[in-house]
């Protein structure tokens, strides 16, 4: 065996089976433990080994907390190799270890499967091997289905374990292999989803009573148990199983698919209101028989008695869930303190102002998320949860309650308010805590405070008053300001960016003391000069910074006042300080982690990627930390996983470009650019100012540089201050031979660097114009004036992923293609790398655990 399979470094064995050898790894480009199998049989036809690779490449496509994730496939010596996530834990079959599991987390165990199937199901693609050892229990007891995508390639070209191949290898086959598979597969037919929760059923039979339903000495035998052997019902061999439980199982395992379950959503939905009983303990003991004295008058005492049952069973009804709540909260088994806020309806007959309520809940989930212990996942993605119900929005970010609210204003002009809220239970979908609250509007932050305050002491958990907090119970807002403020945010939930600033600023006027307005502030304009690049950040340094300060000396120990404070610092180092005080304040800031990942992405990828990850699991629904994600992968050649990252992204939000924007970046690396976009694209591509670059150099390419330089021309008529914009229109005039017009506008970009007062700022896009005119000199003494200083270095790597130099470089992309070889470059580059160097260590102990 080699000591490395593919760029993956192998670590050690991790076990050999009939479908491969499985070893740990490192993957040497992102710094990644991996879990590596290296399937048995070589297929020596390269056309058959690229067919198989296709079978399975969409299986990378599965995005879900408990599938252990299909990294990659590829060739190695003639044999294929998947790459999964390295998950550590035990074997289903080892959990269960003969003996029965508790009924109750054997179902929760079975749910979690089942969510998983569902989503492979979703993407119409199947397991088709899921047995007790392809499902881990990590060490935190949480489900991770593995290998998926093993059996792809096995349902077409014949590989399959049917019963006549299993007659034919005897005892060669372990029988594990064959224990949890449907008949329709053993009799060579292909399966589809019904087989997975036909196994799913065999699993859940297994982890009842302790025993796999169709045990056997062989493979063989095993293959007949499946096809004709009906085992007995769990509540047969396990007492503690409900009768509800005998017809879920029976069900999956049924012979025939159409007997089965159809959907895994509607198994696990049925797997969900067992749970849910069980949870409640609502098993109830056979009640005793009591000897009742003889009345003088039997009539009448049955028609007293039956009116006053009808009076308690009305009075039961009506005030059902009022008591249930009460005595939930005083005895009974809290759900976990994780809470996703849904966005508020807005009440009354007048109800003029929409965006009230998502902007509302948005408040409410980050105040509730400075309260130690209280998790608020899904946070950037409230407003997509309208119209959903509380159960299916807390499902699909694994939250175990949802708030759901109303805001009612109480004259027309909104300057009192009504809060109707309710807490609602995922497993009972009932609300198990509800109240009111009534307010002046000037009085809405100190509402938001009562309500997180009111709900983490439900919910048990330690409630101390922070100096933060207690601001926030003697804040007066002006109204109208907050109103400027919520429009703002709408607009930015829109990327509407450029409405949002202005509205960000009327709100600062009406009332420089809300903090929120003046933290909002610095993420529009950052993200409109670094991400979208439609200003210079020179352009808005000075106000990002102003802005970051007033909010600080009013609130310093609100986590969007330190975020903020991280954008606008000088350094990496500076940056980090405050943004780890942001999630060490609130751990699930989503946006903190986003923030985080962008300022180590150039200095250290590997641990950006996983820090984006981090934000994934807080937000599984927030387009931009696909984004986030893919632009990291991009810096470490991982064009496979930016792909992926982008289709994922889409699937969420299809309408932004900015998926369009890394596939074309991706193409541009492989030499890959065809452009044949119509104007719909072209109007995509004005909207997202690093597309539009990245699609005139795609143009470039192809060939049509003088669509390339209308493109840009239309760039700089809407973005006049887009620096990158420039030096494209430089690089396409050099490479169609126009080298004066070229020399012209690289030369003033130079020009405007060198003699501003902060240089610094403008070193990135100074080289870029200097590179568009083959210019390598002045290219590395941009680069090198950026590495000089640690503030260089910050401002240096402040862009857009899609438009990174050291990638650019590296890659050998357009425009940095010309001086890429350069001795000149080349030098300028390893200072760079030094530098970055340098703050990677800092990185690392600044951000241990990461």
Same mark, same amino acid.
């Given at each position: 065996m ?9 670590l050690?064995?991790?076990?050999t ?6 070893y740990?790894?490192r ?5 990644r ?6 399937l ?12 198989a690779? +296709? !079978?399975?490449?969409p299986?990378?496509v599965?995005?879900h ?11 190695? *010596? ?5 790459v999964h996530?390295?998950?550590?834990g *035990? ?7 003969g ?9 929760d165990?079975a749910?979690q499967?089942?969510d ?20 881990v ?13 093993l059996?792809?390639?096995?349902r ?5 374990l ?7 290898q ?7 292999s064959?224990? &949890?598979?449907a008949p ?7 399966? *589809? ?6 196994a ?14 169709f ?6 035998? &095993? ?6 052997f009906n085992?007995?019902?769990?509540s ?6 409900p ?10 395992m ?10 895994a ?6 797997l969900?209101n067992?749970?849910s009983?069980?949870h ?5 003991a056979?009640s005793?028989?009591v ?11 049955a028609?007293f008695?039956g ?8 009075a ?6 009022p008591i ?8 009974g ?8 806020? !849904?966005p ?16 509302f809940a ?9 309260i ?6 899904g946070r ?15 499902q ?7 708030v759901q ?10 300057k009192?308010l ?6 609602? *239970? ?19 932050i ?23 907090q ?9 109204p ?6 919520l429009q703002?945010?709408?607009?930015m939930?829109?990327? +509407? ?21 003046q933290?909002?502030l610095v993420?529009a304009l950052y993200?409109?000069?670094?991400f ?7 352009e808005?340094q000075a106000r990002?910074?102003d802005?970051a ?9 609100f ?9 606008a ?5 500076g940056? #980090? ?7 060490a304040?609130?751990p699930s800031y989503?946006?903190?982690? !986003? ?5 180590i ?19 599984p ?6 984004y ?8 470490v ?5 930016v ?7 889409q699937a #969420? ?10 596939r074309?970046?991706v ?9 044949t976009?119509?104007?719909?694209? #072209?109007r ?8 539009a ?10 060939g ?9 021309a239309?760039?700089?008529r809407?973005?006049?201050s887009? &620096?990158?914009?420039?030096a494209?229109t430089?690089a396409?005039?050099?490479?169609g ?13 130079l ?7 902060n240089?610094?700022?403008w ?7 200097a ?15 950026a590495?000089?200083?640690d503030?260089g270095?910050?401002?240096?790597c402040?862009?857009n ?7 650019g470089?590296?890659?050998r992309?357009f ?6 070889g350069?001795?000149d ?19 690392a ?6």
């Amino acid at each position: 065996m080699s000591e490395s399979i593919g760029h993956y470094a192998v670590l050690g064995l991790v076990g050999t089976g009939s479908q491969g050898t499985v070893y740990r790894a490192r993957d040497t480009r992102v710094g990644r433990t991996v879990a590596v199998r290296l399937l048995g049989d070589a297929i020596t036809d390269p056309l058959s080994r690229s067919r198989a690779l +296709d !079978l399975i490449q969409p299986f990378t496509v599965i995005s879900h907390p408990h599938v252990a994730t299909l990294f990659e496939a590829g060739e190695h *010596d003639g044999s294929i190799y998947l790459v999964h996530e390295f998950v550590p834990g *035990d074997t289903l079959a080892t959990v269960v270890a003969g003996r029965p599991m508790n009924v109750r987390r054997a179902v929760d165990l079975a749910i979690q499967v089942a969510d998983a199937l569902a989503e492979a199901h979703s993407l119409d693609l199947i397991h088709g091997a899921l047995n007790a050892s392809t499902v881990v229990v990590t060490t935190k007891g949480h489900v991770k289905v593995m290998d998926v995508g093993l059996t792809a390639w096995m349902r077409e070209d014949g590989h399959a374990l049917t019963a006549d191949r299993l007659a034919a290898q005897g005892a060669s086959v372990p029988p594990a292999s064959v224990a &949890c598979l449907a008949p329709e597969q053993l009799l060579g037919y292909p399966g *589809d989803h019904r087989a997975d929760l036909f196994a799913l059923g065999a699993l859940l039979h297994h982890m009842l009573t302790g025993e796999a339903p169709f045990a056997a000495r062989n493979a063989s035998e &095993c293959a007949v148990r499946v096809l004709q052997f009906n085992p007995p019902a769990p509540s047969a061999l396990n007492a503690d199983v409900p009768a509800g439980l005998d017809v879920i199982v029976t069900r999956a395992m049924a012979k025939r698919p159409e007997d089965r379950y159809q959907s895994a959503a509607t198994l696990a939905a049925d797997l969900r209101n067992v749970a849910s009983t069980l949870h409640a303990g609502e098993s109830h003991a056979e009640s005793g028989q009591v000897r009742v004295a003889p009345r003088p008058s039997p009539w009448r005492a049955a028609v007293f008695g039956g009116l006053l049952v009808m009076a308690l069973a009305l009075a039961a009804w009506h005030w059902y869930d009022p008591i249930m709540q009460a005595w939930r909260g005083r005895f009974g088994t809290q759900p976990a303190p994780v809470v996703i806020v !849904l966005p508020f309806e807005v009440g009354g007959p007048d109800a003029t102002r929409p965006y009230f309520g998502a902007g509302f809940a948005e408040d409410l989930a980050r105040r509730m998320g400075h309260i130690p212990g209280l998790t608020v996942p899904g946070r950037m993605s409230i407003r997509a949860f309208a119209g959903k119900g509380a159960q299916a929005a807390a499902q699909e970010v694994r939250a175990s309650l949802a708030v759901q609210g109303r805001v009612t204003p109480g004259d027309e002009d909104w300057k009192s308010l009504r809060f109707e809220l309710r807490l609602v *239970d995922r497993t009972s979908n009932r609300p198990i805590w509800s109240r009111s609250y009534a307010s002046a509007a000037q009085d809405v932050i100190l509402v938001q405070a009562r309500i997180s305050r009111d709900i983490a002491e439900w919910l048990r958990v330690t409630y101390t008053p922070t100096a933060e907090q207690g601001r926030a119970l003697l804040r007066l807002v002006d109204p109208a300001a907050y109103d400027l403020y919520l429009q703002a945010r709408h607009a930015m939930a829109a990327y +509407d960016v450029s409405r949002a600033v202005q509205l960000y600023e009327r709100a600062v006027a009406a009332d420089a003391s809300l903090i929120e307005a003046q933290t909002g502030l610095v993420e529009a304009l950052y993200f409109s000069a670094v991400f979208e690049g439609r200003v210079g950040i020179a352009e808005v340094q000075a106000r990002i910074r102003d802005a970051a300060e007033a909010a600080s000396t009013t609130n310093p120990d609100f986590a969007p006042t330190q975020l903020a404070m991280g954008l606008a610092a000088q350094t990496i180092r500076g940056a #980090l300080e405050h943004l780890r005080k942001a999630v060490a304040i609130d751990p699930s800031y989503t946006l903190a982690y !986003l923030a985080m990942s962008d300022v180590i992405r150039e200095a250290d990828p590997s641990r950006a990627i996983r820090i984006a990850r981090r934000a994934l699991q807080s937000d599984p629904l927030e387009p931009l930390a696909h984004y986030g994600l893919a632009e990291s992968n991009l810096l470490v050649g991982e064009f496979n996983e930016v792909l992926v990252e982008a289709a994922r992204g889409q699937a #969420l939000a299809p309408a932004l470009p900015w998926w369009d924007a890394l596939r074309t970046r991706v193409h541009l690396a492989r030499r890959a650019a065809r452009d044949t976009a119509g104007p719909d694209a #072209l109007r995509a591509a004005l909207s997202f100012p690093p597309y539009a670059i990245l699609r005139a150099a795609s143009l470039q390419g192809d060939g049509r540089g003088a669509d390339a330089i209308a493109l840009l021309a239309g760039l700089r008529r809407l973005y006049p201050s887009s &620096c990158d914009a420039r030096a494209m229109t430089a690089a396409v005039r050099f490479a169609g031979g126009d080298a004066a017009e070229a020399a012209r506008v690289a030369g003033e970009i130079l020009t405007t660097a060198e003699q501003s007062n902060n240089q610094i700022v403008w070193a990135r896009c100074a080289a870029m114009a200097a590179a568009a005119v083959n210019d390598a000199p002045r290219a590395a003494t941009w680069m090198a004036r950026a590495a000089s200083s640690d503030d260089g270095v910050r401002w240096w790597c402040v862009t857009n992923g899609v438009l990174s130099v050291q990638a650019g470089l590296r890659q050998r992309v357009f425009p940095w293609a010309g001086v890429a070889g350069t001795r000149d470059v080349a030098l300028a580059l390893s200072r760079l790398d030094a530098a970055l160097g340098s703050v990677r260590a800092e990185v690392a102990k600044m951000l241990e655990g990461y």
